[in-house]
């Protein structure tokens, strides 16, 4: 935190995440890193969300997106949208709340070839 600084401290920071698994002719697995507030504040809440498809013609298995709270922020609550058919269940590890480090998808079953789905964290800015 600054107090009095003249002139006042500011930052526009951009991060775009993107991560094929496979060969880019043949990806398998895609994840698409979003945020839902392009500025924050301390003390505000930013959710992540991290959209994950099968974009290969055969099931996929022993999926897991891992991520983690980034630097300056402190972790607040895990969810996930429906899970496609294919999976069967899921399990999240994650920091205690007011926290930070990492968080993990585990997903149990297989990700049929065109599914798709969401998984989200929201941090706090510190």
Same mark, same amino acid.
């Given at each position: ?32 890193? !979003?945020?839902?507030?392009?500025? +924050? ?5 930013? =959710?992540?969300?991290? #959209?994950? $498809?099968?974009? @290969? /013609? ?34 999240? !590890?994650?920091?205690?709340?007011? +926290? ?5 998808? =585990?997903?149990?079953? #297989?990700? $049929?070839?065109? @599914? /798709? ?10």
């Amino acid at each position: 935190a600054f107090a009095n600084a003249s002139p006042a401290f500011a930052a526009t920071l951009t991060r775009t995440d993107l991560t094929t698994v496979g060969s880019p002719t043949t990806a398998g697995l895609t994840l698409v890193k !979003t945020v839902n507030k392009p500025t +924050a504040a301390p003390s505000e809440i930013i =959710t992540y969300t991290l #959209a994950y $498809a099968n974009q @290969s /013609s055969e099931p996929l298995a022993n999926i897991i997106i891992s991520d983690a709270t980034p630097a300056f922020t402190t972790f607040v609550a895990v969810s996930n949208g429906p899970l496609p058919q294919s999976l069967t269940s899921l399990t999240v !590890t994650a920091p205690a709340t007011g +926290a930070s480090g990492p968080v993990q998808w =585990t997903f149990i079953g #297989a990700l $049929a070839p065109g @599914s /798709s789905g969401t998984v989200s964290f929201q941090v706090r800015l510190q």
